[in-house]
């Protein structure tokens, strides 16, 4: 397989329901990790995480690329408003989030682990 890929985010998220990259892909595949992984979320106006994420084992960090974006944590919510604001949480941080208007986020989570749903909604 080739060292290189080249790709689209909007099309190549489709298949792992915005995850470009992780331990999903095949070995091999240059887009295959254990360490990381990378999600290019496309949200319409109203979207909403249908469940909590509750015990996370992993460390994220999610950068707004356009729109507006709310991250819901039990103590408080982030509202991601200006292109570039991001936001960081660890290991044991349950939450949730809401798209108010139609956005897009950059998401990257480490380590990449199998055996956890990929970008389970």
């Known amino acids: 397989m080739d060292l290189i890929y080249t790709g689209n ?62 991250m819901e944590f039990p103590e408080r919510t982030v509202v991601l408003a200006e292109q570039g604001d991001y936001v960081v949480w660890g290991h044991g941080v349950d939450h949730s989030w809401y798209a108010p208007e139609e956005t897009v986020v950059l998401t990257v989570r480490w380590p990449s682990i199998a055996g956890y749903a990929v970008g389970a909604r």
Request: charged share 30%.
């Open 9 to 70: 985010a909007d099309p190549d998220a489709l298949a792992e329901r915005g995850w470009l990259l992780g331990h999903f892909k095949p070995e091999g595949d240059p887009r295959h990790s254990a360490d990381v992984e990378i999600k290019w979320g496309r949200h319409p106006a109203g979207d909403r995480r249908a469940e909590w994420v509750r015990g996370e084992q992993r460390t994220a960090l999610l950068v707004l690329i356009s729109g507006c974006f709310h």
